[in-house]
Each structure stands twice: as structure tokens, then as C-alpha cells.
């Protein structure tokens, strides 16, 4: 939209979806470990009934009400998320992973996806670019929500990695070339607009949307809510600076430096994944907790 209305008129038509949103969202059941922890059994079967089916709910149901019984006694203040050794590492592994996506330059790349394409010198619009970027992130983010119960975690973020960090390096290369020596790049400027919808689709692969995920799984029902407001704090901080980086590199240097600053974050990222984060394809918040406990004993899948 933004590419044939003004700013004015897609501001007023963006605005629609947060309002049906609104709306809709009254109808959003609460989390069955929520409506528990407020002692809304009958509404927390019903959702459990809706969520795993008829025959696997009462399992459910008394699987969450043993672990908030056991968690709910607990200390939840904000201290808690770094005293506890547990949510420590928690912590550690979501929040790191967070670190990661700004490690990749997700956030500073969207921010400037228009002005990386305009270095393709007339190959194609900047706006067709940016159109063509955008519904690549969200066809392999859509598949990608299918593909990470198969594949498991782990080896989808490592993937992703890897790609994100090769083609951030071809980007940084090419622009060196282009704006530091005197190799004729006419012919090969479609360079840039293939090194970044690879990007875009490494990125989408992992990256992008597995870290949210597993903020979600690592924490106890009992800091939850904590943890993950300390961590979209972060995660805000962490975009604003990542962006900064950009803007200041390609200012002051050019754009290969911002790029290659990137990769090589994005390559030791690699290195975080394989020692500190565990798979949790499969496993029960209990599983991950006795996981990041210490104790690997009925870690396994669990069938429910």
C-alpha cells in the first residue's frame, strides 16, 4: 500500500486491522494455565477440550494443575527471573536468542529494505523490491509455522544461520566492490536483490519466528509474564540499536560495512546455539524446566 498511496491515506487504511483485531479478540480464550492460575476450571477444560481434543483433556487438565499447584507458591517478582537458577537459564537461552535476531540485522534490514534495493541501480523498482521482500517473508514464515515440529528447533535456527550469514557476506562483498575499487558491477547488480531475498528467506526460515517461540516455552507458568515483558523490553532496546549500527556504519563507511558487521555476528551466533540452547521440539513445559534444571530423566517426548 505504501507503494501507491500516500502516507496519510495507508496510515488510515493500516488502522482497520488493529480495530478488527480489537474486536475480535474479545472472543480469545484465556490459556488454559492462565484461567487455572485463576481458579476458572471449567473454562480451562473447555479450552483444553478445544485445543488437544475430548479424549486427551482430563490428562491435560491434571498434568497443568500439578505443575501450578507445585509453581504457584513461588517467588514471581522480577528478581526471581535472575536469582533463580532455573529462570536464569532460561533466560539465557530466550533472551539470547532474541540477541541473535538483532545479531542478523532482521530489524535494521526491514528498516532500510528500500534503500539496499535502490543500490540494484535500475535492475528493478525499489518499491517492486520491497513488495516482492516483504510477501517472501511471510510465504516462508507461514510455511515455516509447519516445518519446526518436524525438524525440530535447533537445526532450523543453525540453517538459518548459516544462509543468513553467507548471504549477508556476498551483500557485503558485493557493495565493497561496487563502492571501493574500480571493478565494472553493471552486470551483475541483480546481485543484491538475490543475496536479499535469500536473506530474507534464511532468515524466515529460523530466526525470525523461532526465538518468539520459544519464549514462550522455556519460562514456568509463574514468571511467564515477567520474563516476557523484561524480554520484549529488551528486544526494543536491542532494534533500536541495531538500526542505530546501520545508519552509522553506512554513513560513515559505506554500506558493505554494516553488512559484514552482520555476518560475522551472525556466524559466531552459530556457536550460541549449538552449546546453550536445548531442543524442545516435543517436550512438556515440565519436560524443559527439569531440562534446564539439570535433570534429564523423562526429558523424552511425551506423547500427549
Not at 478445544?50 to 479424549?55: F, I, N, P, Q, S
Not at 559484514?260 to 516435543?282: A, H, N, Q
Amino acid at each position: 500500500m505504501g507503494s501507491y498511496l500516500s502516507i496519510d491515506e495507508t496510515a488510515f487504511v493500516s488502522s482497520i486491522f488493529p480495530v478488527i483485531l480489537f474486536i475480535t479478540f474479545i472472543w480469545m480464550p484465556g490459556s488454559p494455565s492462565f484461567l487455572l492460575l485463576k481458579h476458572r476450571n471449567d473454562e480451562a477444560l473447555k479450552t483444553l477440550e478445544m485445543l488437544r481434543g475430548k479424549e486427551n483433556a482430563e490428562i491435560e487438565m491434571k498434568r497443568l494443575t500439578e505443575a501450578i499447584t507445585e509453581k504457584k507458591n513461588e517467588n514471581t517478582s522480577v528478581f526471581e527471573l535472575f536469582l533463580n537458577r532455573t529462570n536464569r537459564k532460561a533466560a539465557l537461552v530466550a533472551y539470547g536468542l532474541r540477541t541473535i535476531q538483532q545479531f542478523c540485522g532482521t530489524t535494521a534490514i526491514t528498516f532500510y529494505c528500500k534503500t539496499i534495493f535502490e543500490q540494484a541501480d535500475g535492475f528493478i523498482s525499489p518499491s517492486t523490491g520491497t513488495i516482492i521482500y516483504f510477501s517472501l517473508q511471510l510465504v516462508i514464515a507461514f510455511l515455516s509455522s509447519f516445518i519446526v515440529d518436524i525438524f525440530g528447533r535447533r537445526p532450523l535456527l543453525i540453517v538459518s544461520l548459516v544462509g543468513s550469514s553467507v548471504t549477508l557476506f556476498l551483500m557485503s562483498s558485493y557493495m565493497y566492490v561496487k563502492d571501493c575499487t574500480d571493478i565494472d558491477t553493471d552486470n551483475y547488480n541483480f546481485l543484491p536483490i538475490i543475496a536479499l531475498l535469500l536473506n530474507v528467506s534464511f532468515i524466515s526460515i529460523g530466526i525470525r519466528n523461532i526465538p518468539l517461540l520459544m519464549m514462550g516455552e522455556m519460562f514456568a507458568t509463574n514468571i511467564k509474564p515477567i520474563a516476557v515483558c523484561v524480554g520484549t523490553i529488551f528486544y526494543s532496546i536491542l532494534a533500536t540499536l541495531s538500526a542505530k549500527v546501520f545508519y552509522i556504519t553506512n554513513d560513515l563507511f559505506g554500506m558493505y560495512v554494516p553488512f559484514l558487521i552482520f555476518s560475522i555476528l551472525g556466524f559466531l551466533s552459530i556457536l550460541f546455539v549449538i552449546f546453550c540452547v536445548p531442543e524442545t521440539k516435543g517436550k512438556t513445559l515440565e519436560d524443559i524446566q527439569r531440562l534446564l534444571e539439570g535433570s534429564n530423566s523423562a526429558v523424552g517426548k511425551n506423547n500427549c
